[in-house]
Nanobody, 120 residues
Framework: QVQLVESGGGLVQPGGSLRLSCVVSGSIFRFSAMGWYRQAPGQQRELVATITSTGITNYADVVKGRFSISRDNTKNTVYLQMNSLKPEDTAVYYC??????????????WGQGTQVTVSS
């Protein structure tokens, strides 16, 4: 049984920082690409950042230089450090685990989401 549990969201003022965490239960973490996505009200879900099983990262242009994704394979956890937050970063943030590049017969998995609100 694979489960993804996010934490770390909340209310922060513009310019502030938050760190999101996503713990993955089950055996897929070590060979999964991990990603953070977000969905604002009335908007489609969009990619924020990804990190491969070997640590290669990729960021959406709108967060480059402000957000940093990392993973700790000893803790089955992926992090998203968010700095210099802006009101337009307000969204529900979702964690994704995708093992299909290594295990094509598997599916990808999503967490339940954590709310991030940037407001003064």
């Amino acid at each position: 049984q694979v489960q993804l549990v996010e934490s770390g969201g909340g209310l922060v003022q513009p310019g502030g920082s938050l760190r999101l965490s996503c713990v993955v239960s089950g055996s897929i973490f070590r060979f999964s690409a991990m990603g953070w996505y977000r969905q604002a009200p009335g908007q489609q879900r969009e990619l924020v950042a990804t990190i491969t099983s070997t640590g290669i990262t990729n960021y959406a242009d709108v967060v480059k230089g402000r957000f940093s994704i990392s993973r700790d394979n000893t803790k089955n956890t992926v992090y998203l450090q968010m700095n210099s937050l802006k009101p337009e970063d307000t969204a529900v943030y979702y964690c994704n685990a995708d093992p299909r590049s290594v295990k094509p017969t598997l599916r990808d998995y999503w967490g339940q989401g954590t709310q991030v609100t940037v407001s003064s």
